[in-house]
């Protein structure tokens, strides 16, 4: 057994572990320091020891002494009571209360406060701690939203799922953190081994380890030394500075990823899928990372949303070439291993070269250093300046091109990009082929402005082996419903693909493949090496029924319970709600449980769009009169989403069901024009706009969707129905031979 801590607790809880000989268990960071003693007093000093804590005199560091500000017309105290921490807010229905600050969370520059409500789940408040010195403006309260207006109705409030400490923040800010979220009581019994992120976050639980020390007969001999994982990659490798090239190589090659996947538990930016994470096991069994699309990344992989590190530095040429995060950070301290930035870049990029007026073409009395060209920063919860990892060259002709962001003109305000970016032309003596590793950038921004060069570019990203398996990965996620030979091989050998991410990117537009294929590309899947890619392939799957032969149906069987299992890991979640609703819809053919499901989902949390649109569709397929309970649904998500252009998708739908064509029409039209980019709420509405007559209007409809993307099938057919009804033959003809053309590229289905 191990002693466990959880928030709320009025015990402590014991969490039992496996009971056998080799099974380690957490023991503290403090039985590490008679051995460690130099790496315990530097991780003392750490933000990683401050990342959580009880709320005491010590560590809140806010002032707590009657203090107040107001934000959207609600004015929050902060006070003090019988020697406990105390803020007057507004709670879940708007009114004041007092709430007891249980934990202070972080240190610099800000603090955070973690509030203990009913059902252990914890919060956290969006009113914060600057705590900067006061001459960098800090030493006082502001809110995270400042430029929004957050009251108890909205979906970012503190008391809200999105600010909730269990699901959000504990398994990055505490040790051996398990939720264990109980969906039948709607209740947390979230425990940790340590409140803070302590040594055996990186290590592994420590007590055998502690018995290998002790040379104890259980481990002695172990060539592991009683650890669960070695992060040795670093051992015996050394850089190399050539004085020619002035850069450094490795003298061996890394083969392995154990450190930087070790940190990307709570540097990346991911979901978890599975409880029991422990320093040393596998991330993709127990995460999905992110990939860089938007509103996370911008098109050429700049960090635009809270990304962390780890999908940027895998962008970049450092990673490729074998530099981990303990090659810069010493892991113990979190400073940097040398005593500034420019210190730690010289120590793979010869001084020579590059600390040259030369290649900054900047004088050193304007203090541009290294970081301020290769690694950006972007200033996230308001105060917390984030250097970007992917250490890309500046390309201010992708920001002329796309709007991207750039090094260059977040100096030079006054000046626009294309000026940037002829600067660094003629730096080069007119050389435009030096745009460093990241050349992705037109397929993403393609991809999100759903052009038609968009699928080409996409192929060509994804199929170019020395670009980032990342970007590869967002590459092939992007792509729109392959047809034809060429982009159905692409999708193929991205999902046999050696590397895990990019089988997993592999993955999405494979929902869009018709029920057989899909069965058919997914079935290996079913049984890869990483949990993450089993559990995704059994819910893209279309199910048991259009399984081969016995052990693909094993496969998928066993697969379907890991794709439940993690649904009901998150059973807090309305998303994995939602996920587990549609599971049971379309792979199980269980209205009932779907429902119940679906309805678990919007009380979870009301704000969540997807829930209302896939339990209409539920009601829709049962028949009957459901239409009506999908009426009463869709309208229901819309009191609180008036701007979602899928549930005014879904209801004009539901309306058309209903024979309520003018209605019908009008959501139809409002879904198409609050999202202009999705093409297939813009085809529905002139599929609608026809069925009443408007047949001009139709056309016009149609017009705007072929100019998007001309091979748009369903808009090109319709094209040559719509024009042969007004008698515009020769101009049907083009339309159809163009269908003819994509056609003979097809596959057979």
Same mark, same amino acid.
């Given at each position: ?21 080799? #099974? ?18 530097? %991780? ?9 804590? $009880? ?73 914060? @701690? ?108 050394? @850089? ?69 590190? @780890? ?21 113990? #301290? ?10 730690? *870049?010289?120590? *793979? ?41 992917? =250490? ?18 977040? *100096? ?6 294309? %000026? ?6 003629? @730096?080069?003596?007119? $050389? ?123 496969? =998928? ?193």
């Amino acid at each position: 057994m191990v002693v466990l801590r959880g928030p709320g607790a009025s015990r402590l809880i014991r969490r039992p572990t496996a009971a056998t000989a080799s #099974s380690a268990q957490f023991v503290g960071s403090d039985r590490c320091q008679s051995c460690h003693l130099p790496e315990t007093q530097q %991780w003392e000093r750490s933000h990683h020891r401050a990342a959580m804590a $009880d709320a005491t005199e010590q560590t809140v560091l806010g002032n707590f002494g009657d203090a107040t500000i107001e934000y959207a017309g609600t004015k929050s105290r902060f006070f003090k009571r019988d020697g406990e921490f105390f803020v007057r807010t507004d709670s879940s229905d708007g009114r004041l209360a007092d709430f007891q600050i249980r934990y202070t969370f972080g240190v610099y520059p800000l603090q955070q406060y973690l509030v203990a409500l009913a059902n252990g789940r914890v919060q956290a408040l969006s009113i914060a @701690w600057d705590s900067r010195p006061r001459a960098e403006g800090g030493q006082k309260w502001f809110h995270l939203y400042p430029g929004e207006r957050v009251t108890s109705t909205d979906e970012l409030h503190w008391t809200r799922p999105s600010q909730n400490w269990n699901y959000m923040c504990a398994d990055c800010h505490s040790t051996g953190v398990r939720k264990n979220y109980d969906a039948s009581a709607d209740a947390f019994r979230t425990q940790w081994s340590e409140i803070s992120v302590g040594c055996e976050a990186c290590h592994g639980p420590g007590s055998r380890h502690l018995a290998w020390a002790a040379n104890d007969r259980s481990a002695r001999g172990d060539p592991a030394k009683g650890l669960s994982v070695a992060l040795d990659e670093r051992k015996d490798a050394t @850089w190399h500075v050539s004085g020619a090239t002035g850069n450094a190589t490795r003298s061996r090659q890394r083969t392995s990823d154990r450190e930087i996947q070790m940190c990307a538990q709570c540097h990346s930016r991911r979901s978890q899928i599975a409880e029991g994470y422990d320093a040393g096991k596998r991330f993709y069994d127990y995460y999905r990372p992110a990939l860089l699309a938007p509103p996370l990344y911008y098109a050429d992989g700049q960090q635009r949303g809270e990304v962390y590190e @780890w999908g940027s530095f895998l962008q970049s040429k450092m990673y490729a070439r074998g530099v981990t995060c303990g090659d810069c950070h010493n892991p113990h #301290s979190g400073e940097l291993r040398a005593k500034d930035t420019k210190s730690v *870049c010289a120590s *793979c990029h010869l001084p020579a070269k590059y600390d040259t007026v030369t290649h900054s073409r900047h004088a050193s009395a304007t203090g541009v250093t290294c970081v301020s060209c290769h690694m950006p920063s972007t200033t996230y919860m308001q105060v917390d300046a984030r250097r970007d990892h992917s =250490f890309r060259i500046p390309r201010p002709d992708v920001s002329d091109r796309l709007g991207t962001p750039n090094a260059c003109t977040a *100096c030079h305000t006054e000046r626009p990009a294309r %000026w940037a970016a002829a600067q660094i032309t003629a @730096w080069r003596g007119g $050389d435009t082929t030096s745009h460093g590793l990241q050349r992705f950038a037109d397929a993403l921004a393609a991809a999100e402005g759903r052009v038609a060069r968009a699928q080409p570019l996409l192929q060509g990203v994804a199929t170019d082996s020395t670009q980032p398996a990342i970007a590869r990965a967002t590459a092939l996620a992007e792509l729109a419903a392959p047809t034809d030979r060429a982009t159905l091989g692409v999708v193929g050998r991205g999902l046999s693909d050696p590397d895990p991410l990019v089988r997993l990117g592999a993955l999405r537009p494979v929902w869009q493949f018709p029920p057989e294929r899909r069965a058919v590309f997914v079935a290996p899947l079913l049984a890869d090496t990483m949990r993450v890619i089993r559990i995704d392939a059994a819910g893209v799957h279309p199910g048991a029924a259009l399984t081969t032969n016995a052990d693909e149906k094993t496969a =998928f069987e066993h697969a379907a319970d890991e794709f439940i299992a993690s649904q009901r890991y998150n059973a807090d979640r309305a998303d994995a709600r939602t996920n587990l609703g549609t599971f049971f819809a379309v792979q199980q053919r269980d209205a009932a449980t779907a429902g119940s499901e679906l309805l678990a989902a919007i009380r979870i949390d009301p704000f969540f769009v997807p829930a209302y649109a896939n339990l209409a569709d539920v009601y829709r397929a049962q028949g009957g009169d459901r239409d009506a309970d999908a009426e009463r649904i869709l309208r229901a998500g819309l009191v609180l989403a008036p701007r979602s252009a899928a549930l005014h998708h879904a209801l004009g739908l539901a309306l058309v069901r209903r024979r309520q064509l003018p209605a019908a029409v009008a959501e139809l039209q409002r879904a198409a024009s609050l999202e202009p980019t999705n093409l297939r709420f813009t085809y529905t509405y002139a599929v609608a706009l026809y069925s009443t007559g408007k047949v001009p209007a139709a056309i016009a409809a149609l017009d705007r969707i072929l100019a998007v993307d001309e091979n748009y099938r369903d808009a090109l057919a319709a094209m040559v129905g719509y024009l042969g009804t007004q008698g515009k033959l020769a101009l049907a003809k083009r339309y159809s031979d163009r269908l003819r053309e994509l056609a003979s590229r097809d596959v057979s289905r």
